[in-house]
């Protein structure tokens, strides 16, 4: 059994900062890779990050420059540093990961979502 924990979501005021983490624990044999989605209001699930195992990375253009992604392999964990938050950046952001259990596939996983909202 796999299980995604997220935290970090909540209030914050345009121009303001946040950070999401995401926790996988279960019975994983390996990551392949991590990262997170958004879904507001009305709107479809879209990429916000995501990084390999390796460390590479890959973030949309309208997030570059103002939020990182990062993990921790060892905590099985990771990170999404939110800056210069636009009120546009409102959603539900998903954690997504990418792993194979001792006996099993790659298969992705989703976490609950945790809400961000910029607003004043």
């Known amino acids: 059994q796999v299980q995604l924990v997220e935290s970090g979501g909540g209030l914050v005021q345009p121009g303001g900062s946040l950070r999401l983490s995401c926790a996988a624990s279960g019975s994983i044999f390996s990551i392949y890779g991590m990262g997170w989605y958004r879904q507001a209001p009305g709107k479809q699930r879209e990429l916000v990050g995501v990084?390999?195992?390796?460390?590479?990375?890959n973030l949309p253009d309208s997030v570059k420059g103002r939020f990182t992604i990062s993990s921790d392999n060892a905590k099985k964990t990771v990170y999404l540093q939110m800056n210069s938050l636009k009120p546009e950046d409102t959603a539900v952001y998903y954690c997504?990961?990418?792993?194979?259990?001792?006996?099993?596939?790659?298969?992705?996983?989703w976490g609950q979502g945790t809400q961000v909202t910029v607003s004043s």
């Open positions: 997504w990961v990418n792993l194979r259990e001792y006996r099993g596939s790659p298969t992705d996983y």
């Open positions: 990084i390999g195992s390796g460390g590479s990375t």
